[in-house]
Structures are given as structure tokens and as C-alpha cells.
């Protein structure tokens, strides 16, 4: 390579950045772009091979990309771009909005994911519909399943059969800003739906998800989160029409009006609450203590994926303590894996959003199977939005 | 004779094959899945009921708001485009003409979700209440009302209005209005009697488009009325995508074809003796 005066870097300059790269501490994006390389990458693959995304790694080929369907606000980016310096597979992200939309979406057919994040109680579904894949661990070498609290790990393996790890849990709770409760401390759902019909009218959120909005309203009159007795059903059908005129909104993406102070209360998951709570400290987020969900999230693969290979290598990758660690600093949702939290800040295992006390826990319910595909739970939900 | 009878065959054989395929296709499996049932995890398994159809009922409440609120919004982005259309095309100086109507497409260029999630921000409490209050008027509230959905519509449709009442007022024979004024018509009157006749077939082109994807909408309601003003698009979302009911929503969807069917036809008809009187008129 001979030195031409019109290259957009140095002869040194272009060894030291390759160098830097080779070692990995500049990522391949910063690299191509400094060096002004990014077009020219495939010409110049051939010249210098480590210029091309590595095709092999020590799991063999995995292909070019692995295509992934969670959560919003559930990942750390950075984890992402290590993922692919490493492996040569370009992550694509689908986000979506509800456990039911995922169910949805796999049971229409060619999905295309190649691993998704199911939540605990959707697992025996989807091994019902023949949607999902067992999990073959020794393609996982970072999973340790004595690593975690079977609480977490348990909905993963149905009839003796891993279909799904561990990701993250938490709790479906409220957020409330406390700027506007004239000091009353709100401590039950109970709370929340009368509050909602008197001072915070025109204020409240619930989310556009039949689980948790219709359980929390069972939650009022002490029924079971899951609930899917007439009779109670019809107690909180009641509530819902008697509150709807004095909803904020139905909507699960709460976070942008809590923020600009139109809602002030809002049904919420943990990492959102931990969000909220760490910008805006007046933000308080609450358990009831009737009860309420306890969750938990898993990594799964769809039958059918078309990068298997890819799926089970982003999967061992996200559970690597290290890089999980990375993950919940960003997102805030709690682990059960003792590894990842040996790893994690004092603070952040003290918190009382992610690690909420033992006798509120106690209390809370993991959703069942029943609670998600019962018809008349979703018909109640259509009738409270169409009032 | 015989080789363009082909020639024309040939001609029509894309435009078939395609709506063969993706439309007449796709409604014969709605149609047929209408008369399913809902599987134990959702989805659908074949049978041969009425059950769905008897459940309409059920939705009635999306059915009557999506009929309230199509016209409604029809009319109201018509009062907004027309007096638009009737500057751009009559009013305006011609070397800005392109520049603004370049200014009503452009909006276009970005998706409809990213402009409908932007008036979140301008109708809620930091946008226009907000402005209000500093000139006020407190306490006003406009996101998540029936009325931030109107205004949401009447944004996100204006330029289908726009453009079939301007082209047709652009077109018009100017020495028409000239004529008209000579002979000692006011203008209002010839706007009456010569100007907006002549347009109506580019309001009705306009309201036709505008009502036919109204009845479908559910983005904007869903964005702009909080989940709180529920349309029959919004059913239809729900019914496929959140309980999975493939049936039922089947049912709904060739329940809202055959409603459009309906109130199309009524409307075509009136249009049509409208204007066959409005002929007849002109002879006299």
C-alpha cells in the first residue's frame, strides 16, 4: 500500500486505529468511521482481513445476524455492539408492547426471530401452540441454573424440558407523583382507584394490557390478581366503567406524560419506576399491599429460527455476568442470577424499587397461563375501552 | 376485431391477477375465518357457526363512534381544505403556487405515526394549553379528548382533501367567473352558482378518499384519544393482536366492509342525482 497524500488519514494514524481495533477497545463503527473505511471495507477486506466483520468465532459460524423481539427500554446498546465486534452478528431489535402481541405475532407464523423474552406465564403456552424450541444448555455454557433463585427459573422448564432461561424480574406496581397528593402517603390499589376518582381525576393511567389492569381492579377488592371467577370479574368491570370518565388514558407507554406532568399516576413495571424515580425524585413508586404481579422474564427461541446458531450464541453472550451486569445498570430491572449481582453496586441491591421489602413481596402473585388466554378477561377489557 | 379483444385482455391481466391475489383472496379467507372459532390459546379453528355474527352486539359502541366520527371528520377537514384549495388554485400569485403546494405535500415525506406522535406533545399540557394560560385562559385540556382526535384527523387527512378540490378548481374556465361577474352576479354569487358547482366533483373525489380510510383509522385515536375513544380499526387491532380472537375479528372486519359498501353506495347515489339535477338545471 503505497502513501497517497488524498487518504483521509495518516499512514500511522490508520496502523495505530487498526491496532487499537484489533485489540478491541475501539468498536468496529468508530473505527470505520475515523478511518473514513466504511465504504471501503469490502474492497479492502481481502488486503486486510480483520477489517471484515470476523465471520467465525469459537463456536463456529454463526452468520451474519440474529434477529431479537423483547421489551422497550430492556437492553444496554453498548452490549449489542460487543455482541457483533465479537461474533460478526449484526443484532436486530423488535420491540414490543404486550405479551399477547408476541403470542400474536408467532402464532400468524414466519416471525422471523431467532430468540424472543417471553414472560414467565406465557411459556406453557407457547409450548402448547408447538411455537417454542427446547433449549439445548450446552449450547448456553454461561447459564447456571444453581446460579438462580428458582422462583425466577422455574416457568422456563415445563415437564422436565428447558424451553427458556432466565432474563430479568419484577413487580407491576404504580408510580405516583407525590408533588400533588398534599402529603397523603398512597400504600394499596385501593389508594390508587379512589384517589383516582376524586383528586386525581383526569390524571390516572392504566395500561392497554388486560393482565395487569384488569387484576389490579380485581387487586381493590382483594380478589386474586388472576382471577377469572364471573362474579369477581363483574366487580371489577364495575370499578373500571366507574373510573374510566376520570382516566388520564389507556396506554402502556406512560412514561412521556408522567414526565411532562399531564398524568401524575401511573400503573408501572419496576425499571420504569426505577427510571422515573431516579430523573424526577418526587416520583414514588408503589406496591399495593393487597398484592399485585410478580414477574418474570425469560430468553426463549421460537421453532422455525432461522439463525439458531446466532440465537444461542447472543443468549450464553447476554448471560454472561459481566455483560448482564452492564444490562441492568442500564435498564434497572433486578436479577435473579447471584453471579450478575456479585457484580453489581451495593446501592443498587439496597434499592427499594428493584429489591422491594420482604412482607410486600410476600403478597404479590406471578400471572397463570389462564389469566392471559381467558376469553372473557380480553371481551371485559374491550367492553371498558369501548364505554 | 379478435386480436384487440386480446390486446385488451392483456391489458387488464396485471390489475386482475393482482386483485385476484391480494384483495379478493385475502377477503375470501376473512369470510370464511368469520365463520370459525376462537382456538383455546387464540387464533382460529375451522367450523361452521353464526356464533361471531350473533356477538356484534358487542361491538356496537366502535361501530357508532367510527360512523359519528368518519363524517364528522370528513366534514370538518372539507371546511378546512376547500377555502385552502380555492386560494391555491384562484387566489394565489402563480410563482408562489408550487412552493406551497409543495408545502402541503411535504409533510408526507415523514410517516404519519412519527407527525401523529408529535401532536401528543403540541396538544398536551406543555404545548397549546400551556400558551393558553399565558394569555389566561387556564385549565384547558386537550390531549386525550374527542376533539385533539379531530384535530389529529383533520391534520393527517388535509391533503387528500386538498388536492382533488384543487385540481378541480385549477382546471375550471376562468372567463366563466368573468362572464358570470358581467352579467351582474355578485361575487358570492358566482362563487354559488358558478365556482363551487363546478368543484363539486373534486369535494366529493376528496370526501369519498377521506371517509373510506377514516372508517379504518385507529392510529389517531389511539395516539390522540388516550385509548379512551375506541373506533372500529381499534377493535380490529385489539381483536388480532392483543386476544387474539381471529374469528370474531373476522366477523368485525366483513361486518365494517359490508357497512362501507352500504354507506358508499347511498353516497355514490346521491352524488349522482345531484348532479344529474344540477345537469338539468343547466339546460334552463
Not at chain 1, 276 to 303: F, H, Q, R
Amino acid at each position: 500500500m503505497s502513501k497517497k497524500d488524498d487518504l483521509p488519514i495518516s499512514r500511522e494514524k490508520f496502523m495505530q486505529e487498526l491496532w487499537r481495533y484489533k485489540r478491541g477497545s475501539v468498536t468496529r463503527r468508530h473505527f470505520l468511521g475515523v478511518t473514513g473505511l466504511g465504504v471501503a471495507t469490502t474492497v479492502m477486506g481481502a488486503a486486510v482481513p480483520s477489517l471484515l466483520p470476523r465471520k467465525s468465532w469459537a463456536a463456529g459460524d454463526i452468520g451474519d445476524r440474529v434477529i431479537l423481539a423483547t421489551w422497550p427500554n430492556y437492553h444496554d446498546e453498548a452490549n449489542f455492539e460487543a455482541f457483533t465486534e465479537m461474533t460478526g452478528a449484526n443484532v436486530q431489535v423488535n420491540v414490543f408492547g404486550s405479551n399477547e402481541e408476541m403470542l400474536a405475532k408467532l402464532q400468524a407464523g414466519g416471525s422471523g426471530w431467532d430468540v424472543f423474552v417471553p414472560t414467565n406465564y406465557t411459556i406453557t403456552t407457547y409450548v402448547g401452540e408447538g411455537l417454542i424450541e427446547s433449549l439445548d444448555l450446552s449450547m448456553i455454557p454461561n447459564y447456571d441454573g444453581g446460579a438462580f433463585d428458582p422462583r425466577f427459573s422455574d416457568a422456563g422448564t415445563v415437564d422436565g424440558t428447558v424451553y427458556a432461561v432466565p432474563k430479568n424480574w419484577g413487580t407491576t406496581g404504580y408510580v405516583v407523583n407525590t408533588k400533588h397528593t398534599n402529603g397523603r402517603k398512597l400504600t394499596t390499589w385501593k389508594d390508587y382507584w379512589d384517589i383516582t376518582k376524586e383528586e386525581f381525576s383526569g390524571r390516572t393511567m392504566v395500561h392497554d394490557y388486560q393482565l395487569t389492569t384488569i387484576g389490579n381492579a380485581l387487586k381493590y377488592f382483594g380478589y386474586s390478581f388472576n382471577s377469572v371467577d364471573a362474579n369477581e370479574l363483574a366487580d371489577a368491570e364495575k370499578l373500571l366503567l366507574e373510573v374510566k370518565p376520570h382516566l388520564f388514558a389507556i396506554n402502556s407507554d406512560y412514561q412521556p406524560p408522567l414526565r411532562n406532568g399531564d398524568a401524575w399516576m401511573s400503573m408501572c413495571w419496576t425499571g420504569d419506576g426505577k427510571q422515573l424515580n431516579t430523573d424526577i425524585p418526587e416520583m414514588e413508586y408503589v406496591l399495593g399491599k393487597e398484592g399485585g404481579e410478580i414477574w418474570s422474564d425469560y430468553y426463549a427461541m421460537p421453532k422455525g429460527a432461522e439463525h439458531p446458531a446466532a440465537g444461542y450464541a447472543l443468549i450464553n453472550f447476554l448471560l454472561d455476568p459481566q455483560v448482564n451486569a452492564k444490562e441492568v445498570l442500564a435498564h434497572g430491572y433486578p436479577v435473579a442470577d447471584s453471579r450478575t449481582n456479585d457484580l453489581l453496586p451495593k446501592e443498587l441491591l439496597e434499592d427499594p424499587i428493584l429489591y422491594p421489602a420482604q412482607e410486600l413481596l410476600d403478597a404479590l402473585e406471578f400471572g397463570a397461563a389462564a389469566t392471559l388466554t381467558d376469553p372473557n378477561r380480553a371481551e371485559l377489557l374491550a367492553r371498558f375501552k369501548s364505554a | 376485431m379478435g386480436s384487440s379483444r386480446w390486446a385488451n385482455r392483456l391489458l387488464l391481466l396485471p390489475a386482475t391477477g393482482w386483485l385476484l391475489v391480494m384483495l379478493v383472496l385475502p377477503l375470501l379467507v376473512v369470510v370464511i375465518f368469520s365463520f370459525g372459532e376462537r382456538g383455546a390459546a387464540g387464533g382460529y379453528v375451522p367450523a361452521l357457526t353464526l356464533a361471531q355474527y350473533a356477538n356484534l352486539p358487542a361491538r356496537f359502541t366502535a361501530f357508532k363512534n367510527t360512523l359519528i366520527l368518519a363524517p364528522i371528520g370528513t366534514l370538518a377537514a372539507l371546511l378546512v381544505a376547500y377555502p385552502l384549495a380555492y386560494f391555491l388554485a384562484l387566489r394565489v400569485n402563480p410563482k408562489w403556487k408550487i412552493i406551497l403546494l409543495v408545502m402541503v405535500i411535504v409533510p408526507f415525506w415523514t410517516s404519519i405515526l412519527i407527525r401523529t406522535y408529535a401532536w401528543i406533545f403540541i396538544l398536551g399540557g406543555q404545548g397549546i394549553p400551556k400558551l393558553l394560560g399565558f394569555i389566561g385562559i387556564e385549565g384547558v385540556r386537550l390531549i386525550n379528548t374527542p376533539v385533539a382526535v379531530l384535530i389529529g384527523i383533520i391534520y393527517g387527512y388535509l391533503p387528500l382533501m386538498v388536492f382533488p378540490i384543487f385540481v378541480s378548481l385549477e382546471k375550471l374556465d376562468k372567463r366563466l367567473l368573468d362572464a358570470s361577474g358581467d352579467l351582474g352576479a355578485s361575487p358570492l354569487r358566482t362563487f354559488r352558482n358558478v365556482t363551487l358547482p363546478l368543484s363539486l366533483p373534486g369535494v366529493a373525489t376528496g370526501c369519498m378518499l377521506v371517509f373510506i380510510l377514516l372508517m379504518g383509522e385507529f392510529l389517531i385515536p389511539a395516539l390522540l384519544g388516550g385509548g379512551k375513544v375506541f373506533f372500529v380499526g381499534n377493535a380490529l387491532v385489539d381483536l388480532f393482536l392483543q386476544s387474539r380472537n381471529w374469528a370474531y375479528g373476522s366477523a368485525v372486519a366483513a361486518t365494517l366492509v359490508v357497512t362501507m359498501l352500504i354507506v358508499i353506495s347511498i353516497y355514490t347515489k346521491l352524488i349522482t342525482r345531484g348532479s344529474n339535477q344540477r345537469d338539468d338545471a343547466a339546460l334552463f
